[in-house]
């Protein structure tokens, strides 16, 4: 979503999905009408996207990024989650697997009772801090949303990184569009029909067609067997920035109040924090080592 959902967009993603103000980040065209008893997901990745000087970062294993993403969780996330006025323990946030075009990083899933105003401030936190191109905030099941998914639930324990990338691949053989993208929480691997400025989903599959194939992955899938347990309609955006032109956050910061808002000199704090963190493990994984 960098946001596990769209991490690491290549530099032709990001053109084409900022069309209006952001690279793969602009907040799209849905209602913000969510109740504040709604749950929402917010997915997002740990390591940098920007700002930092990581050249082998994209070798990383899953592993070393989930490590890593663990350490983030327990170090950082909590307090970007106070800083909001929000109570840690009121959110509960996981390292899954998230996909994009076909490969499986970690990611964090962020999902709790909050109306759209504070989730949207939230995850506008956790991408400033972390340094993500976007962060997606989605509801599902909301009666307002215009975006299609599917959810996919697997036996107790048994989704993990290898077994989400391999449904991956055979929902994007079962029907090619399939392979754009997929946040994971708990036992369910989920799968959004994300859609452009314009309504038009990046799948380049309607609705009907895209749970059509995911059902079909579903029922030809073995080993763990999963099912889907629910499909419909969603609200999904992104919160974002476009490190390439707003080089300081501009983005996330009017979001967040302003760069000399209280919030963001909160975040500049914790981001410190993260800064040394990155550093620490960019030093011993050898991710700041030129090619």
Known sequence: ???????????????????????????????????????????????????????????????????FSAEVLKEIVPKIITANGLDPEALETEVTPGGY???????????????????DRLAGSLGYVFRQYSVLASRLDDTTGKTGFVVVRFPQDSLNATVAQKFFEAADATKK?????????GDEQIFLNVTNSEGKPYSGLDDAAFQEGLKRTAASFADPK????????????????????????ED?????????GELVK??????RDYASLVAKTAESKGWNRDQ
Request: aromatic share 8%.
């Open 1 to 67: 979503m960098q946001n596990r959902f769209f991490a690491q967009a290549t530099p032709a993603l990001r053109t084409m999905v900022r069309a209006a103000v952001l690279a793969v980040t602009i907040p799209f065209a849905f209602q913000h009408t969510a109740l504040a008893a709604e749950k929402v997901l917010l997915s997002y990745e740990a390591t940098p996207s920007a700002g930092f000087h990581l050249p082998r970062l994209a070798e990383a294993s899953y592993d070393d990024r989930a490590t």
């Open 101 to 119: 075009l076909l490969k499986t990083n970690a990611s964090l899933q962020t999902e709790g009772d909050l109306d759209d105003a504070t989730a």
């Open 252 to 260: 996330y910061q009017s979001l967040l109040g302003g760069a000399d």
């Open 266 to 271: 909160k975040l500049d704090e914790i981001g």
């Open 226 to 249: 999963p099912e889907v347990s629910s499909s419909g309609k969603a609200t999904a955006r992104f919160i974002g920035n476009d490190w390439e032109k707003s080089k300081q956050g």
């Open 177 to 185: 569009g399939l392979g754009g993208g997929y946040t994971a929480f």
